[in-house]
């Protein structure tokens, strides 16, 4: 009598599961090194340091996918397909933190107070498991809906420029800026008024190095031949669309001159990651109080993350699993502060590619976690993977990110909208005050700044106006099987 394998614990052909590893250190891999080049720069660390931090984040990224996909011990690792990278949501109170204390002694506060968040998150992650009730399907679709929502801009800002920066949508006009450097000279030798502290020039002129037409082709390219594959292809070519999308995206920009290999020229072929290589940590209590709050509203994002997996590949997962899980991303954070690097949690865009893939095999993101400790320690095959334009990421960017909220939806179709009207409310009002962060990113301006942390996370805010408005109207009755599964549908793959 033969013994069926779940798909999750599905051992695939040892090509398959590179090319399929590949494809999820490809869709995570931008947003992986954007937190150290953020964080790096507002340290004002050097080039070599920057590049430090990237090498370790890739390198942590692989050592922690592997705890949480293949396990370590009964107490970490949820063992399931999850690709582990940078949070975002720590991305705020990090600069912050540069932005008052720059250089090695700001990296050093930063990493004390990472490596204090990761030692209470995994105190703490018990408490948070025991949370699934609060969790039921009607609660847990809306979260992973705006989650999917809230990264579309992210791959948004990939094809067209970021919207600040050397790529915003507008510069400032030339002749301004030289009538303001004349006013300031004149005001250094007395003979004009002094320039107010702080006045700056906005930008008024159309920046030429956004929205260019070139990039949303090769980016419209890429979406149409992820389509055209999925739809004609069969089989493995099938599942590995995005892959190839991303290849032939990558090849018509070399072939326009949009993507050059100076930096894979430049590059060393071998680095060690060390611990503590750019900076000791120096432990605040008050940063770390912070940045563990801000662990708070990680493990509040994973639980959704875990609960979409579940419901993707078909596997439960209970209390003791969801702690494991939880747990693992503190043990993260704590690996990442020890090697220097950032807070980690699952990424979102990688549950998206499961859902496309229709792959659940959890050793896919073992071979992904391998590839990026590979990356780590091969700086010139890390920069062979850099080297690919943002554009081409982003046209896959809005597949895998599209489905993250297309898991929510799906999740949402299951709930009881006839006999009980107030989920139509719970819904409605969640996802409006979860888009009040991406609208109106300044809200909190008046606010106090010590909530700001809290507050700029629309995902936080719609898991807690979502949990709350479900304890108004319907208690906290819903049992664990129920938020566990997050309904049950029949899979599209």
Same mark, same amino acid.
Do not use: C
């Given at each position: 009598m033969t013994v069926s394998t779940h798909p999750v614990d599905e051992h695939l052909p040892a090509p398959k599961l590179a090319a399929l590893g590949l494809q999820h250190v490809l869709v995570m891999y931008a947003g992986a090194v954007a937190v150290p080049l953020i964080v790096g720069r507002a340290l004002k660390l050097s080039p070599e340091q920057v590049a430090m931090l990237i090498s370790a984040d890739l390198f942590c990224c692989g050592l922690v996918t592997l705890i949480q =996909?293949?396990?370590?011990?009964? +107490?970490?690792?949820?063992?399931?397909?999850?690709?582990?990278?940078?949070?975002?949501? @720590?991305?705020?109170p990090?600069?912050?933190?540069?932005?008052?204390?720059p250089g090695v002694a700001g990296?050093?506060?930063?990493?004390?107070?990472?490596?204090? /968040?990761?030692?209470? @998150?995994?105190?703490? #992650?018990?408490?948070?498991?025991?949370?699934?009730?609060?969790?039921?399907?009607?609660?847990?679709?809306?979260?992973?809906a705006v989650i999917g929502i809230s990264l579309m801009r992210v791959g948004i800002n990939w094809i067209f420029g970021n919207p600040f920066g050397p790529t915003a949508p507008n510069v400032v006009n030339p002749e301004h800026a030289k009538w303001l450097a004349d006013v300031t000279a004149l005001a250094g030798s007395g003979t004009a008024p002094a320039i107010p502290k702080g006045l700056a020039l906005v930008g008024t002129v159309p920046n030429p190095l956004y929205a260019q037409l070139p990039h949303i082709a090769i980016a419209g390219v890429v979406l149409v031949s992820i389509l055209l594959i999925a739809k004609y292809a069969k089989g493995f070519v099938a599942n590995i669309s995005v892959l190839l999308g991303i290849v032939i995206g990558g090849v018509i920009a070399t072939s326009m001159g949009l993507m050059n290999f100076d930096k894979v020229a430049k590059a060393s072929w071998f680095d060690v990651v060390l611990p503590f290589e750019i900076a000791t940590p120096i432990f605040d209590p008050i940063l770390i109080l912070?940045?563990?709050?801000? $662990?708070?509203?990680?493990?509040?994002? =994973?639980?959704?993350?875990?609960l979409a997996l579940s419901d993707l590949t078909?596997?439960?997962?209970?209390?003791?699993?969801?702690? /494991?899980?939880?747990?693992t991303d503190g043990l993260g954070t704590l690996i990442g502060g020890i090697f220097n690097t950032f807070p980690y949690t699952s990424f979102s865009q990688n549950v998206g590619l499961v859902g496309v893939t229709g792959v659940k095999s959890r050793f896919v993101c073992v071979a992904g976690g391998v590839i990026l400790i590979v990356l780590g320690l091969l700086p010139k095959m890390a920069a062979l993977v850099e080297s690919l334009p943002t554009f081409v990421l982003g046209g896959a960017g809005l597949? $895998?990110?599209?489905?993250? /909220? #297309?898991?929510?939806?799906?999740?949402?179709?299951?709930?009881?909208?006839?006999?009980?009207r107030n989920n139509l409310f719970i819904v409605a009002v969640s996802i409006g005050i979860g888009m009040i962060p991406l609208i109106a990113p300044n809200f909190k301006? +008046?606010?106090?700044?010590?909530?700001?942390?809290?507050?700029?996370?629309?995902?936080?805010?719609?898991?807690?106006?979502?949990?709350?408005l479900n304890l108004f109207f319907n208690g906290a009755s819903a049992n664990e099987a129920d938020a566990v599964d997050a309904a049950k549908l029949a899979d599209a793959h």
């Open positions: =996909s293949l396990g370590a011990t009964q +107490w970490f690792g949820i063992k399931l397909p999850v690709m582990m990278g940078v949070t975002f949501a @720590s991305v705020a990090m600069v912050a933190m540069a932005n008052s204390n990296a050093g506060l930063i990493f004390g107070s990472i490596i204090g /968040a990761g030692v209470v @998150s995994i105190l703490i #992650a018990p408490v948070v498991s025991r949370m699934l009730r609060f969790f039921p399907p009607v609660v847990t679709g809306t979260i992973i912070t940045m563990s709050l801000v $662990m708070v509203v990680v493990m509040i994002e =994973s639980t959704g993350m875990f078909g596997r439960k997962i209970d209390q003791k699993a969801l702690t /494991a899980g939880l747990r597949v $895998m990110f599209g489905m993250v /909220a #297309a898991t929510g939806i799906r999740i949402l179709a299951a709930v009881d909208y006839k006999t009980n301006q +008046w606010m106090p700044h010590n909530l700001h942390p809290l507050i700029e996370s629309g995902i936080l805010l719609a898991s807690i106006a979502a949990v709350a």
